[in-house]
């Protein structure tokens, strides 16, 4: 019988044969594991551990909080906080950033996350998940004495992250990770409590037959999104000459899982429903760290004009448009937005 290769040896292994994970992030990203364990169980208990259904409360993002996303935000500060790995986190359900209580030894990593993604599916027992992203404290300029870490700090371009990753809460709770060698995927073992390396290396087909989108948007696209739709709505009789398939399971994480594993497009277009904001989805919580391990695994991710990785980030919270999934199909519909 082959080995099991626990996430904690796969970390090790990584660590010895490239030194990308020094330990200090190889020990931050297990205790983000063992949080994800921990809201895995409360989000299995749903009405059982009465955590299903909305808190009283509103976060930065004008949504009502259903009462996971609160309880996964806690878990994630409390598992965090005390490891001497972080120096703070940000999170989609807090406004500004946590700075590590002065009690505790401030750490050279930053960390960021989307505690619960897909909160509208809760309650309606379909996947959900937490994406999380690694970045360094920068380093005072020569001669300047250590600063006390800021917002601004988090203010790194997605090309910066030292790790990302998600945990998507489905039929089997899966952590999926990179650090920049390749991606690979920890199925959580619920007898032994641990999770347990199931593939790595993970590559998106550069082609698929596959667009997610959430077409009930349709007439507040833009003109090249609307064009790219339509030719994939017109199939093998249109300019595409195959026939598409369409999935929108409306939790992030789900909808990169199944590209991850089989291939497709994602889509969430800047919209005129609300023209200031370039799209619905977070840069720094849930585009930067989902493009990382899109990129990974030979697919590409772009806002329709530029590299999402290269996005320089001006506020903590800010939007973008996300176009991700199989390499040739996301040329081709970031392409039409410069066909114009
Ligand atoms: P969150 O639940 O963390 O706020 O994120 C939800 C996001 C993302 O997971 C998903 O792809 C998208 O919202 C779905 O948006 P629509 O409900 O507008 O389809
Ligand atoms: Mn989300
Ligand atoms: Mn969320
Ligand atoms: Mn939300």
């Given at each position: 019988m082959s080995q099991k290769i626990s996430l904690t040896r796969?970390?090790?292994?990584?660590?010895?044969a490239d030194g990308l994970i020094p330990s200090q992030?190889?020990?931050?990203?297990?205790?983000?594991?063992?949080?994800c364990k921990s809201i895995s169980q409360a989000v299995n208990k749903g009405a059982l551990g009465g955590v299903l259904g909305a808190a009283e409360s509103e976060n930065v993002q004008g949504e009502i909080q259903k009462k996971?996303?609160?309880?996964?935000?806690e878990v994630l500060i409390e598992a965090n906080e005390w490891g001497g790995h972080l120096a703070a986190m940000a999170s989609e359900e807090m406004d500004s950033i946590y700075v590590v209580p002065n009690r505790y030894p401030q750490g050279e990593y930053l960390l960021l996350f989307d505690p619960l993604d897909g909160s509208s599916n809760i309650d309606v027992n379909v996947s959900i998940g937490t994406i999380f992203s690694v970045l360094k404290?920068?380093?005072?300029?020569?001669?300047?004495?250590?600063?006390?870490?800021s917002e601004q700090d988090f203010l790194q371009a997605g090309s910066q992250q030292v790790a990302a990753g998600y945990c998507v809460y489905g039929p089997q709770t899966t952590l999926v990770l990179t650090v920049g060698n390749g991606v690979a995927m920890f199925t959580l073992d619920r007898e032994q409590g641990s999770f347990v390396l199931t593939q790595e290396n993970v590559r998106i087909p550069e082609d698929t037959k596959e667009f997610a989108i959430n077409m009930s948007n349709m007439r507040h696209w833009d003109t090249p999104v609307k064009r790219y739709i339509d030719e994939c709505l017109e199939g093998k009789d249109g300019p595409r000459g195959k026939d598409f398939n369409m999935r929108w399971i409306a939790s992030m994480v789900a909808d990169v899982?199944?590209?991850?594993?089989?291939?497709?497009?994602?889509?969430?277009?800047w919209d005129k429903r609300e023209p200031e904001k370039p799209g619905k989805l977070r840069l720094m919580y849930e585009a930067n760290p989902m493009s990382w391990l899109v990129e990974q695994a030979g697919g590409a991710a772009t806002n329709g004009k530029e590299r999402i990785l290269d996005i320089p980030p001006t506020k903590l919270h800010q939007r973008v448009s996300v176009i991700l999934g199989s390499k040739n199909e996301v040329e081709r519909a970031t392409g039409y937005h410069s066909a114009l």
């Open positions: 796969y970390l090790v292994e990584q660590q010895r992030l190889r020990l931050l990203l297990e205790v983000v594991a063992r949080a996971l996303d609160i309880i996964a935000n404290k920068p380093e005072p300029a020569t001669g300047e004495p250590q600063q006390d870490v899982h199944r590209i991850l594993t089989r291939g497709g497009v994602f889509l969430y277009p």
